[in-house]
């Protein structure tokens, strides 16, 4: 069964072929984070207008990697929120005309689904049940998957997303969008117990998240220590800052999986690529006997090819969409489109 799927929620236009939903025969994935880095973060209006240019071109090099044509696609999966309104129509609108022109069976995708069924394509070994922390740019999460079809939202973040955070902090700091590959690099370089950095909500069994406070504290530091002319070790401030968060990511995870009585463990979302976040959590849980799974990094980015898993899962079901389907930006994780 061939599953064609696009993701356009942000500022990357990628187009997917699936076999059985879990095999790879092209992940085509076109980024914009050289045009959008000048401005220092995503400008909607901007990416919108780069997915029109290349949904198409980009839906072609996909099936042609994967040497199938249209007409042999089983059914069209596409991200239909959450994320940038207008980035996301044009992803649904070129899977509805794809959908109604070939007759095939469109599939309404959750972004952050999407994200969490990235592991079952790095590790075919992967099956529910498990616990996965999805941590991104724009969320941060802790999802009990009970089955294929079957989630439970624990608790979010109430405020900035820990991806979010890094990329503030490393633009006040002066590094280039996205900040938090740039933080994570200068963090190896540093002291992380050089200085100490707030934890909010860190009560037990409080799986939520907030990291508005940690960031004001890290701009508190770095304007005070300028204004004293005292300066600062840029990769202590990195190290420090990406230690609190990891420490927070880690401690309401490994909390969580005792919680829910789950023995494994998935991570996803872009910063799932985080060295730190990857070391401490691959630490944790041999100390408590977990098994913990991560994406390849090239599937820790928005991708076509994990919304094509998660839409033929969503397939098996028979959960699919009509023409009607329209673009959820604020879409919940414990939402789906029928």
């Known amino acids: 069964m ?14 997917a072929v699936i076999l059985d939903g879990r095999n790879i025969l092209s992940n085509v994935i076109s980024t914009q984070v050289p045009i ?20 198409m071109p980009i839906i072609d090099e996909a099936l042609s990697q994967a040497a199938i044509t249209l007409q042999e696609v089983d059914h069209i999966g596409v991200t239909y929120g959450p994320g940038l309104v207008g980035a996301l129509l044009v992803g649904v609108a070129a899977a509805k005309a794809i959908s109604f022109a070939l007759d095939k069976p469109l599939i309404g995708v959750n972004h952050m689904e999407g994200h969490i069924f990235a592991n ?9 049940p498990f616990l996965s922390l999805v941590v991104s740019g724009g969320h941060t999460q802790l999802v009990c998957i009970e089955g294929y079809n079957s989630f439970k939202l624990l608790g ?10 890094f ?17 994570d690099k200068l963090a190896k370089e540093g002291n992380s117990n050089a200085i100490i950095f707030p934890k909010a909500l860190h009560e037990r069994n409080n799986f939520e998240f907030s990291f508005s406070g940690l960031k004001s504290a890290v701009l508190n530091y770095l304007h005070t220590q300028e204004q004293r002319g005292l300066g600062y070790v840029a990769s202590d401030v990195a190290a420090s800052f990406q230690k609190t968060v990891v420490d927070t990511l880690v401690e309401k995870t490994i909390n969580a999986a005792a919680y829910c009585g789950m023995k494994k463990i998935a991570v996803a979302g872009g910063v ?3 060295s730190g976040l990857a070391e401490a959590m691959e630490t944790a849980c041999r100390a408590h006997g977990y098994t913990l799974y991560r994406p390849e990094p090239v599937l820790c980015t928005d991708n076509g090819a994990m919304i094509g898993c998660r839409a033929y899962y ?7 969409a009509d023409l009607t389907l329209n673009a959820n930006p604020a879409l919940a994780i414990t939402s789906s489109q029928r």
Do not use: W
């Open 2 to 15: 061939y599953t064609l799927a696009l993701e356009t929620s942000c500022d990357e236009t990628s187009a």
């Open 36 to 55: 959008h880095r000048k401005f220092g973060g995503v400008v909607p209006e901007i990416a919108s207008r780069q997915h029109i240019e290349y949904v």
């Open 120 to 128: 079952f394509l790095s590790h075919p070994d992967l099956e529910p």
């Open 156 to 165: 979010q973040t109430r405020d900035d997303a820990a991806g979010e955070a």
């Open 167 to 183: 990329d503030k902090i490393a633009r006040v700091m002066g590094y280039p969008y996205p900040g938090g590959p740039q933080i």
């Open 272 to 274: 799932a690529a985080n």
């Open 314 to 320: 969503m397939a098996m079901e028979g959960r699919f």
